[in-house]
């Protein structure tokens, strides 16, 4: 089933819930009228979103990638323990990556996404996440370096949509007067869209 099937029905539901009271003033049917409350909504919402993400993240954030990074380096785990990994991967941070340049970072398992971070400076906030419990198992850092600083936050979230990280627990944060994501900016549209047509007092 394509995606544009997928959101199609979707919105198709939507309408049904909210006009399940109507239909029935002619052709009455048996078992409970199915409403919609505001807390249903924003769940109908949260799916259209979704579904929206699964479409066009990857060619979004490819899109958004090739425009914004200048250059990706990636480490392959080495070292013992903790505090050896975080030695070995800091130092390789030293001398491969630039500190003059904006950079996110992503952790891998495999082809697993565990995580997508940012940083300014070098290479001491990512290796603090060495010691976090779903570090276990990572075999890649790969660190993509923007042109700009103020590109950070949107090629963030773009990683975020596009990699689907495991361990993200929440959103890329977002700073006023920079660069926004184009996939953030089509999920506010969907949600303004549905409660402009959908509306609860």
């Not at 001491?124 to 936050?153: D, E």
């Not at 627990?169 to 969907?190: D, S, Y």
């Amino acid at each position: 089933m394509s995606f544009q099937t997928q959101f199609n029905r979707a919105l198709d539901r939507l309408y049904e819930r909210r006009t399940d009271k109507l239909r029935r003033i002619l052709s009455p049917k048996p078992g409970p009228i199915r409403t919609l409350t505001k807390k249903r909504r924003e769940k109908k919402i949260r799916e259209l979103q979704e579904i929206a993400s699964k479409a066009l993240a990857k060619k979004m954030a490819k899109r958004g990638f090739q425009k914004l990074v200048i250059q990706n380096r990636a480490w392959r785990t080495k070292g013992w323990s903790t505090d050896e990994k975080q030695q070995i991967f800091r130092a390789w941070v030293r001398r491969k990556i630039s500190r003059k340049r904006g950079k996110i970072y992503v952790f891998w398992k495999n082809r697993e996404c565990r995580y997508v971070g940012r940083t300014r400076g070098g290479g001491f906030r990512p290796s603090r996440h060495f010691k976090r419990g779903w570090f276990h198992g990572t075999t890649r850092i790969v660190v993509y370096l923007t042109k700009q600083r103020k590109s950070i936050p949107q090629l963030e979230c773009l990683a975020i949509h596009r990699f689907r990280p495991t361990r993200n627990k929440v959103k890329a944060a977002k700073e006023n007067w920079k660069p926004k994501c184009p996939l953030c900016a089509l999920h506010k549209k969907i949600r303004t869209e549905v409660r402009k047509i959908y509306r609860f007092r």
